[in-house]
């Protein structure tokens, strides 16, 4: 999370060195060493155990018990820590918590749940069978739209999520 502010602050904020908070760093990178890294850890864990298994569908059950029960429930307390550790009052923050949070449950669905069905559920099935060695091309060769594409079913006989949206290339 620490180098996460450092990318915000120096790339897309534009401070420069001379005007970088490092204490908002600081504060980052103890908030992702005392509660996300453990929190997430250990709910990973225990979604690990509750849903066994490396399956497609495993993978959709997990994103979806994840991003249905955990993430609200993870932001709810986020959010609120953010705002005491940047020292604002608790009216303050729960103001706060009550205009940031729907965005930020929107926000994180789309970054949580698109990746997962765009590389899981689609691009991988199209890389079954791939050796390591070939995955870069494969994936470029997948990615690549235009004449001379064409949706095709998976070479292995069970069902699969690949038709929702990349074509494969012929």
Known sequence: ?????????????????????????????????????????????????????????????????????????FLGCFLPLVGALNGLPAQDNWAKLQRDYPDALITNYYVGCCPMRCCYLELLPVLEGTSALSLPHSIISTLQIGPGTVRQPPQSGHSSFHGIGLPVRT
């Open 1 to 73: 999370m620490g180098v996460g502010d450092i990318i915000s602050q120096q790339l897309v904020e534009r401070r420069g060195l001379q005007e970088h908070q490092r204490s908002r760093t600081l504060t980052m990178v103890l908030l992702g060493c005392g509660f996300v890294g453990p929190v997430v850890g250990g709910w990973y864990k225990v979604l690990d155990r509750f849903i066994p298994g490396t399956t497609k569908v495993d993978a959709l059950k997990k994103m979806l018990l994840d991003q249905g029960g955990f993430a609200p429930c």
